[in-house]
Structures are given as structure tokens and as C-alpha cells.
């Protein structure tokens, strides 16, 4: 302690410092607590083992805790670990409710299992980076159900660009924003990073668990079950909610009965399919409102279902025509899959329901589409062969495996992309 | 009034008035009453001004503040920075529910060194100690370095070294939310192997307060002005705009007013030596001198020979302090010689620096339209001089 001001007052300044964590209040950007002990560790100009070995694990609280890398990596969930560390913590850094950064009121309400590796939104990190911004890790990145980032509209990356490895969640020397293994950055700016799969589905998991994980009033399973068992009187039968969410019968009935607690992703898929909230299944019983939308989405998903006959879709009729003129004039026609999409139908009621148009149409797209192979392939083979003059040009050898990285593809002995790389080689008279 | 640290705050004491210090102190052991008569602390009005300057200029909006407070050695240069830190402290409490790590105030003495620089490493670890900084042996610091990859990439490598002790500096002050960092005896920071290097310290100390966004108080004797004059003369600017200079000078001899308070402060002091008989009385409108010629007006020299006469005369178990025990305590005459020629020589150099200089003869006014009136009116009036009559000036009396 500080000579000077136990001299004077009652003033005892923390062990550590008292680093206030990130994007407290922030809908999605609420830092975890893995985040939050590595930037106190790099605050203290100290690698995150010193701190945990050296400072950390030496209090009397600490005697008979027992910290593995692997068990550290769970304190951002519920765990016993992550709840003795937090109150360490607190008593060392000054700071309150540290429980923020962990799924803390998950607790015998909900599965909300983490991912085993890091995850990461490329573009938050560039952008952070360009700003002079703090690098961090929100808490909902290292959840196992959230895939996506609701600002750039991009998936997590879980692999490094530059190695291709797989992080771990914390180790004694990770740095925030750097792979572990090649010590190289992990901010991406570029546009070739993929979106999600289903889009309104990844927003609604990211937008519902981290208003679920907010919520600091009173949640219970009791809550859950009444609003099943409201379920199931207003709606038919559980079988009839099952059916439309996707959702597993004995499962909802486990709920019900409160026998068990619920998988976080599973029970998103019933809200989905309900349109409610988690946190509204928890905290309050659902209004005559709710269930009336309920019951509305489940009658809207059966209407789409049961439509009329195929072959006496007007406007099915008339987009097939369309797209017959539109490959007269030479344009490029979607497949018949995509159109059957459009109309929530398969591609083979289609298909019988219009054989004639429908087999016009796919004769077309055949020939499109062959043509456009071609196209391509004449492309991959101009620039395979611009980026062996390029490297051969740098003073680099074009190896098979230095192109394979610059089309991010790797070619085989017998494909297209060999044949250009060989003939590249013999131009250059390399081979 | 009498100021005692320890019990929060400053509050006047005494006994039904017969006593300036708590009465059974007179039962305690001697080192005991000594122990009090070293740790009270006399405010006086040179070092109530020196402190209120200080904190003011640090307080202001400025946070890259550089204070030198400067005065002769004994003046009570030790007793300020007690002060200035408990004062500190108390406003620093505020902090403290923001910022609960927050250390209000730093202060570390500039050890001389044994040979060649001075050793600011050192120094600055010695901070870092004081503020309970853990780990010190194990400190890193990440680098950001721009590489090019196997394709001539650029990509951005993280890469780990053992930090510098001055950068963990710079954010402890910044992360403990410090108000002031002190440095005690600053002018032993002057002890540089070349010239060049003293404008270099002053340098590292510019961009420690300019990165950690804490004002520095440098508390030394008048050699710190040499640096000042030195920046002054190698223009480094940006030093010299956010430098001020906190004069805390002894009392003047020739002054009446000073030698009252002078009179008054030993005064205070001999009342709050814990003796049966307290020894005021021995500070008279004769006697001044002599207590005056053997502190030179240094209240903290001063307090020095007191507490040395203070403890003959414990030893002695006399009821009272007398002349025969100042005596014996005193000064020898050469040495107060030496020490003499370096406060006036400190002082020479102060005054240098506080005063006024010519800047109006180098700066070129733009003149008002009033101004320039005025002017062209007297060129035309006056004109050249005729030849062969004089300037209407005095001659010079030989």
C-alpha cells in the first residue's frame, strides 16, 4: 500500500488497476471477461500468464482454485471458476458486477454453450484498428449459437487468414487481434469474407440472446412452462406446435414439465416460430396479443403450404413466360429451382406442372450455362497464368502452392488450373 | 498554525493555552517527544504561498504542466512536499468512487549518482515501487511492425519485448489517475556526463507529463534554474510554454516584515517543543539575529538546530532549552559561509530568471489607428534636427 496515503487517509488504491470494461450498455458489444483480464494483463505491461501465475492465483481466495487454460476458457459462460475469479477480481480491480461479462443469468434457465475456439468479426477489428480504438472482445463472439456480425453483416471468422489455425480462447501469452501462432493481425478490410446462411435467422439468435443476456429483472423456468402449457390450450395440441416449430415433442414437454433445461438454440427456434422473445417466455406470461400472433404465424406457414394447385398458378404461368421471352432476348435465366423458390414450391411440382415450358427453358439454360463455363475457364487460365509472370516477375517462385494461396483455391494434377500453371511455366521457360 | 499529520487533517492544539503540544508527551520517552518535535509541522506564510502557487498550477486545465519549485537547501523544501501531498490526498478522495485504483498522489526522490548520469531508469522504477506496481521484473510490451510476407504483402506482425520502465510509467500515472508526480531533490537530475544531455532530461521529462497526462512538480534547490536557463538559451519552446517556476525563497534579513515572521515562526516552533518550560521567550527584539545568522532565515535549517539543541537538552534532563544547548548544536561559522555563497549565488540565478528582460525592443507592435495618427503628426512637426543644435538630454555628470 502507498505510504503516504495510508498516512494521511483512509485511501487504499486497488492491487490492479481498475480498467472500466468495454461497451458496458451496448447492445451487442458487451466486452467478455477472457477479453477483459487480457487487456488488465497488457494494461500491467504484463503477459496474461504473469498476471494470472504471478498476481492472480497468489491470493488467499485463490488456494484452492484450480486454473487450466482449458478451464479458464469457459469463464465466460456460468461456471464455478469464472464466478470465484470474478470475486478476485472485483476485490482487486475495485470494479462492480463483473458478472456482466459472463452469461451469469443463464444459470439453470438456459444451455448457452460456448464455442471451443476464438471467433471473430474481421471487419469490427479494422475498423477498431483505424479508429486508435481499444481491441476487444465482445462476449457474444464466443457464443456457439451467434455466427454473425449484426454491423458488417458478415459471418465470425474462427481461422486465421495468414495460418489458417484455429485460436484458443485464452493462453498465457494470446494477444487481443493477433493469432496466437503466427503472431500476424487478425483485422481483415477486404469484401470477400461470407455472409450467413440465413440471414433473419442469425439476427434474430444475435438480437434475441444478447436481450435475453441484458436482462437483469426476474426470469424463471416456471414462466417457460405456464407459457407451454398456454401454448398448447390455445394452439390444439403440442404435437401441432412441434410440427410447425421443428421443434422435438418430448422436448417441449420436458420444458413444460420443467424437467429439463432448455438448449439455447433449440428454444430460439421455437420463439422463432412463435415470434416471442426468450426473455419474454421467461419473464412474463405471454398476453392474449402473443398468442394471437402465434397462432397467425403458424396459420401463415400452413396457408404458404397449402397453396393452390401449381398448374393453375396465374403468376407462376406468367413468370415462366417472362422467362422464356427473357432467354429470347439472351438474357440469363435463373434455374427452375430458384423460380419454384420464389413461390414456395420444389422444383419438381414445377416441373409437372408446367412440363413443356418448364423443359424449354432448362434446354436454354444448359447452353447458358455451358457457355458461361467456358468463359470462365478461359478467365481462371488468363489469370493463373498473370499471376505466374507477377511472382516470376517479383523475383518469386510461382510455386503450385503460392498460386493455390492467390486464387484461394488448391489445384489438382489433372485440372484446369494446372494445365495453365504448366504451360505458364514452359512459357517462362521454367520447366 | 500547527499542522500534524496522521489524524486527517490540520488542527490547533494546546492545553488550556499553557501548551502548544498534547501535556503527556512530558511523561513519554525522549525519543518519543523528539519523534513529535520532528513530525510537526509550522506553517509560515513563504511556505503557505509556495504550496497554494503549486497546487493552483497544477490544478489548472493544463495537465502537461511542468512545475520547478525551487528554493535554497533548508528552507523547508521537505515540509512542502508533506503538505502539498496531504492536501492532494484529501482531494484525491473524490477520485476515488470513479476510479478506485486511483493513487491521488506520487512523489520519489531523485537519488544523486555515484558516477557518470544520473540514472532515470532507477528513478523511474522507484516510482513504479511507491505505487505498489506488481511484477516489475516481468514487464513486456507489445510492437506493432509492418512486414512484407512471402508476396510481398504488407501484414502487420505483433511482436513482444521487455518494456521500457518509462512507458510502464506513463500508463501506470495515466491508468492510477495521478494528480501529481512528484520528484523530490530534481536537481540531482542535472548530474549529466555531457552538455547535451541535460536539455535530453528535461526532454524525457516533457514527454513523460505530455504521454501520462500528469503534471510533474520538481521540488529541488536553485541549481534547477540552470536548467531553465539553458532551455532558454536552446529555445526549446514547447518546454518553455508549459513550465512554470514556484519561488519558495528564505527570509530576508534586511525586510521587517520577514524577520517578524521569521521571529514569529521560531517562535511557534520553540512553543511546540515538548519541555516543561517552553523556550519562546529566548526570541527577542535583540536576540533575533542570532537565531537568524545560524539558519540564515531557513526555517527548515532552523527546525534542524532546534531539534538538535532539543535533544542535548532531553539528554541533559533540563526543565527548559538554554542558549548553552544551542550553542552546542549550532553551525560553525565557515560553513555557514559556504552555504551562504550558494543561497545568495541560487537567488543571483532566480532573480535572472524572474526578471522582466527587453522582449518589447524584439517585438514589433501592428499600431492602432489612434497610433498611427499620431505618429505621422509628430514626424511632420518635429522633422530632422537643424544642424549644430543638440539634443534636449542631460549630459552626463563626470
Avoid at chain 2, 542535548?312 to 550553542?327: F, G, Q
Avoid at chain 2, 489607428?369 to 499620431?374: A, K, P, R, V
Amino acid at each position: 500500500m502507498l505510504e503516504s496515503n495510508r498516512y494521511f487517509v483512509q485511501c487504499v488504491p486497488t492491487k490492479l488497476y481498475s480498467l472500466k470494461p468495454m461497451g458496458i450498455g451496448t447492445k451487442y458489444y458487451v466486452e467478455s471477461l477472457t477479453s477483459h483480464i487480457c487487456r488488465l494483463a497488457n494494461a500491467h505491461h504484463l503477459k496474461f500468464g504473469s498476471l494470472l501465475h504471478g498476481i492472480i492465483l497468489k491470493s488467499q481466495e485463490a488456494s484452492n482454485l484450480k486454473m487450466d487454460y482449458r478451464t479458464l476458457g469457459n469463464i465466460n459462460g456460468f461456471s464455478k471458476a469464472g464466478q470465484d475469479l470474478i470475486s478476485i477480481l472485483e476485490e482487486f480491480t475495485g470494479l462492480k458486477n463483473m458478472k456482466l461479462l459472463t452469461t451469469w443469468n443463464t444459470k439453470e434457465l438456459i444451455l448457452v454453450p460456448l464455442k471451443r475456439y476464438k471467433a471473430w468479426c474481421p471487419k469490427c477489428y479494422a475498423e477498431w484498428r483505424d479508429r486508435n480504438e481499444i481491441i476487444y472482445e465482445p462476449l457474444l463472439w464466443h457464443l456457439l449459437m451467434v455466427d454473425y456480425c449484426p454491423k458488417h453483416k458478415i459471418s465470425l471468422v474462427s481461422e486465421c487468414p495468414h495460418c489458417g489455425k484455429k485460436n484458443p480462447k485464452i493462453s498465457g501469452r494470446s494477444r487481443l487481434g493477433f493469432c496466437l501462432y503466427c503472431s500476424e493481425w487478425l483485422g481483415q478490410e477486404n469484401n470477400n469474407i461470407a455472409g450467413v446462411k440465413d440471414e433473419n435467422w442469425s439476427k434474430w439468435v444475435i438480437s434475441n440472446i444478447s436481450e435475453f443476456l441484458k436482462y437483469e429483472g426476474e426470469m424463471s423456468l416456471s414462466n417457460l412452462s405456464q407459457n407451454l402449457i398456454l401454448l398448447k390450450n390455445r394452439l390444439k395440441s403440442m404435437d401441432y406446435i412441434s410440427h410447425q416449430s421443428g421443434v422435438g415433442v418430448n422436448t417441449l414437454n420436458y420444458w413444460k414439465n420443467k424437467a429439463e433445461t432448455p438448449n439455447g438454440e433449440t428454444l430460439l427456434k421455437l420463439c422463432y416460430s412463435i415470434n416471442t422473445s426468450i426473455k419474454k417466455m421467461y419473464s412474463t406470461i405471454l398476453s392474449e396479443t402473443d398468442i394471437t400472433s402465434a397462432q397467425m404465424k403458424f396459420e401463415r406457414k400452413i396457408k404458404k403450404a397449402n397453396h393452390v394447385k401449381a398448374k393453375d398458378n396465374v403468376q407462376l404461368r406468367k413468370r415462366l413466360q417472362e422467362l422464356l421471352n427473357m432467354a429470347k432476348d439472351d438474357m440469363e435465366i435463373p434455374p427452375i429451382g430458384k423460380v419454384a423458390e420464389m413461390f414456395h414450391l420444389t422444383g419438381q411440382t414445377i416441373k409437372n406442372a408446367f412440363p413443356n415450358e418448364t423443359k424449354e427453358l432448362q434446354e436454354i439454360r444448359d447452353i447458358q450455362q455451358s457457355t458461361l463455363l467456358e468463359k470462365r475457364r478461359e478467365q481462371r487460365y488468363l489469370e493463373i497464368r498473370r499471376i505466374v509472370f507477377d511472382l516470376h516477375e517479383k523475383g518469386i517462385y510461382p510455386s503450385k502452392e503460392k498460386v493455390g494461396i492467390l486464387i484461394n483455391k488448391n489445384f489438382y494434377s489433372n485440372s484446369l488450373e494446372n494445365k495453365a500453371w504448366v504451360d505458364a511455366l514452359k512459357e517462362l521457360g521454367l520447366r | 498554525m500547527v499542522c500534524l499529520p496522521g489524524n486527517g487533517g490540520f488542527y490547533q492544539m494546546g492545553e488550556e493555552g499553557k501548551y502548544k503540544f498534547p501535556v503527556e508527551l512530558l511523561a513519554k520517552t525522549k525519543e518519543e517527544r523528539i519523534k513529535y518535535f520532528a513530525d510537526c509541522v509550522i506553517e509560515h506564510e513563504f511556505l503557505e504561498v509556495a504550496i497554494n502557487k503549486t497546487i493552483r498550477l497544477i490544478s489548472n486545465a493544463v495537465p502537461e504542466r511542468i512545475v520547478f519549485t525551487c528554493g535554497p537547501s533548508g528552507v523547508g523544501k521537505s515540509q512542502l512536499i508533506k503538505i502539498i501531498k496531504s492536501k492532494l490526498v484529501q482531494a484525491g478522495t473524490v477520485k476515488l468512487s470513479d476510479n478506485p485504483g486511483c493513487i491521488p498522489v506520487v512523489d520519489v526522490q531523485a537519488i544523486a549518482p555515484l558516477k557518470g548520469g544520473f540514472d532515470f531508469p532507477g528513478l523511474w522504477r522507484d516510482a513504479l515501487e511507491k505505487m505498489d506496481e506488481p511484477m516489475l521484473n516481468r514487464k513486456i510490451s507489445y510492437h506493432d511492425v509492418i512486414v512484407k510476407n512471402s508476396f510481398g504483402k504488407d501484414v502487420i506482425l505483433s511482436q513482444t519485448k521487455k518494456a521500457d520502465y518509462m512507458k510502464v510509467l506513463q500508463n501506470t500515472l495515466r491508468y492510477r489517475d495521478v494528480t501529481a508526480f512528484i520528484i523530490d531533490e530534481a536537481h540531482h537530475m542535472l548530474r549529466v556526463v555531457s552538455g547535451k544531455e541535460s536539455n535530453w532530461s528535461v526532454d524525457l521529462i516533457k514527454s513523460l507529463t505530455n504521454l501520462s497526462q500528469t503534471p510533474i512538480i520538481l521540488v529541488g534547490t536553485y541549481d534547477l534554474t540552470s536548467l531553465l536557463v539553458d532551455l532558454n538559451i536552446k529555445s526549446t519552446d514547447q518546454i518553455n510554454q508549459r513550465t512554470r517556476i514556484v519561488d519558495f525563497p528564505r527570509y530576508r534579513s534586511d525586510v521587517t516584515s520577514e524577520v517578524n515572521i521569521f521571529g514569529k515562526t521560531a517562535k511557534k516552533l520553540l512553543q511546540n517543543m515538548p519541555l516543561e518550560q517552553t523556550a519562546e521567550n529566548m526570541i527577542n527584539k535583540q536576540d533575533w539575529k542570532y537565531f537568524y545568522k545560524y539558519s540564515l532565515g531557513c526555517v527548515g535549517t532552523l527546525k534542524l538546530w532546534f531539534m538538535d539543541a532539543y535533544g542535548l537538552a532531553l539528554e541533559s534532563n533540563a526543565k527548559t532549552l538554554t542558549r548553552e544547548h544551542l550553542e552546542e548544536a549550532k553551525l560553525s561559522e565557515y560553513r555557514l559561509l559556504g552555504m551562504h555563497q550558494s543561497i545568495e549565488e541560487g537567488e543571483r540565478m532566480m532573480k535572472k530568471i524572474q526578471s522582466e528582460g527587453d522582449i518589447d525592443s524584439k517585438l514589433v507592435y501592428a499600431k492602432s489607428e489612434d497610433e498611427s495618427q499620431s505618429d505621422s503628426k509628430k514626424s511632420k512637426t518635429k522633422g530632422n534636427p537643424k544642424p549644430f543644435n543638440r539634443k534636449p538630454k542631460r549630459d552626463m555628470v563626470m
